[in-house]
């Protein structure tokens, strides 16, 4: 899970080490479409892509604000559009889409009293805005609106000891992979996503990665969140808390009712786990989800649909068996896995089962055998669904027929494998789909300057596989559902079923002023 500190460029995405030599493509493709909160197209009602325009209706009194930002924000980092750094800033954003937006001003917070009157200020003059964490997500910055950006300095980690107990403290601009890092040298990990580069939008929501089988979600470790309302409330949320509602709410659907500040997670002691990797031909699909039934819940058997090449479509399967323990009993039960999972069908190892460090597991997505350019302008299509194995297993088939027509060897299928501990934890949050088997993560690519009709054929893509294995789906993984699609109020009912309801009364509650309505619920 690893990653560098520029992927824009085509570096390979790994956490602490790279592994150039295996990736001569970009990885960026590979997080892009791992199910985290990665940027998405927008959908016009006709299905052509819109451009980012400025609206013609944005608030007048943004204007006002911005221009006097610096003398009610003091001591604050603010960005205006002809600014250096406002420029800079978008051109940092992982996310395409979200760079080619124009907020109206880039704020950057360094403490909490610096959010907090933000949102003083935002709810006084009923300005809009949006939360940017790392920027991986096209709703993180939008045309017309404030963006506060918590990413530039509010980003800090620590490890602290309450009442006897470890736990890390994170700010809300932090990601996974400094966290991950920064426990590493203590001695501790968390359970986090197959990538490193999300913050804290992927770990309010889930966090579902190669440990979920083993130990759960990352939301499942939130212990205590320093939450501030969009009207301008701070709570401390936890299990002990007055306001219940939100503690549950704020632990699934977080970004709609306001900022997360700072989060407590609690630790898990060790950082070694066990790995295997390998490349099949894709007919190994069918064994390997019927086998992966077999699995104990120490093991994880995620695996990417997807080309080896970066040239043209060469569908391949590429697996990552991971399991909890390193131990010498956990390295044997992992090589038996390996040699059994894919059946009769040729594959080879690229890494025979052995003990590693968890933040040194290689990027997710597929080992290249040429070099090509992927490019900084491409826009995923994502959908995230969590889907029972007793069903999909039977439709591998549908899986591999769509990988084979994909609109170009850029576009993958992931199946991320779940159950296990997941489906035993009852905390009170609002994520749905514990009882799945697979997240499975459908991204199709086009780029900026493509065609409408090339753009259209990745949309058709993405939605006729999902269309296609709907039987097999029981939720859908919220941090991909974007607002102002046609499929955008099915998706958010299967996301969160009978709580959706109670998350649309406290909305109302909590931003009645729909400060933070890009956001969908």
């Known amino acids: ?222 212990s205590q969140v320093n939450f501030i309302t969009a009207r301008g409330d701070n709570f401390l949320l936890d299990a002990h808390c007055i306001q219940k509602e939100l503690w549950n709410a704020v632990r699934g659907a977080a970004p709609r009712f306001g900022i997360v500040s700072e989060v407590y997670l609690s630790v898990v002691p060790g950082t070694k786990v066990a790995l295997s990797r390998l490349v099949a031909d894709t007919g190994a699909l069918k064994n390997w989800l019927e086998y992966s039934d077999k699995l104990q819940e120490g093991i994880s058997a995620s695996l990417v649909l997807g080309s080896d090449s970066a040239q043209y479509m060469s569908p391949v399967l590429y697996g990552c068996l991971v399991h909890q323990g390193s131990d010498e009993k956990a390295v044997a039960e992992l090589s038996l896995v390996q040699k059994s999972i894919t059946g009769d069908v040729k594959s080879t190892l690229l890494e025979d089962a052995h003990r590693v460090d968890y933040t040194e597991i290689p990027a997710f997505d597929v080992p290249l055998r040429d070099s090509g350019e992927f490019g900084d302008d491409a826009i995923p299509i994502v959908k995230s669904y969590l889907i029972k194995n007793s069903i999909i297993k039977n439709m591998s088939a549908v899986l591999l027929d769509a990988l084979r027509t994909a609109p170009n060897q850029f576009c993958r299928i992931d199946l991320q494998h779940i159950g296990g501990k997941v489906r035993r934890i009852k905390n009170g949050s609002v994520f749905c789909g514990r009882d799945a088997d697979w997240n499975i993560v459908v991204t199709g690519f086009y780029y900026t300057h493509s065609s409408p009709t090339e753009a259209a054929q990745a949309i058709a893509w993405v939605k006729n596989i999902m269309d296609q294995i709907k039987t097999a789906v029981i939720s859908v993984y919220s941090v991909e559902i974007k607002n102002n699609t046609p499929e955008t109020k099915d998706e958010l009912e299967m996301a969160f079923q009978d709580k959706l309801k109670f998350l649309h009364r406290l909305s109302k509650k909590h931003d009645p002023l729909n400060l933070l309505s890009s956001y969908p619920l």
């Open 1 to 222: 899970m690893s990653s560098e500190k520029n992927t824009k460029k085509g570096k390979p995405d790994s956490l602490l080490n790279s592994h150039i030599n295996e990736l001569s493509l970009t990885t960026r493709r590979g997080f892009l479409a791992a199910g985290v909160a990665a940027s998405a197209a927008f959908y016009m009602p006709d299905g052509i892509i819109a451009e980012t325009k400025p609206s013609d209706n944005s608030n007048k009194s943004t204007g006002n604000f911005t221009n006097n930002m610096k003398s009610l924000l003091k001591n604050v980092d603010v960005y205006f559009p002809g600014d250096e750094n406002y420029s800079l800033f978008l051109k940092s954003l992982f996310s395409a889409e979200a760079a080619h937006n124009k907020p109206s001003a880039i704020v950057c917070p360094k403490k909490h009293e610096d959010i907090m009157q933000f949102i003083k200020i935002a709810a006084e003059n009923t300005l809009r805005f949006t939360v940017c964490g790392e920027g991986l997500s096209s709703l993180s910055v939008q045309t017309d609106m404030l963006c506060l950006a918590l990413n530039v300095h509010y980003n800090k980690v620590a490890v602290v000891k309450i009442n006897g107990g470890v736990f890390v403290k994170v700010q809300g601009g932090s990601k996974a992979g400094d966290i991950l890092a920064h426990l590493n040298t203590y001695g501790y990990h968390i359970p986090v996503g197959v990538s490193p580069l999300p913050g804290l939008g992927l770990i309010m929501r889930g966090g579902i990665g190669y440990l979920s089988r083993s130990e759960g979600l990352t939301c499942d470790y939130i």
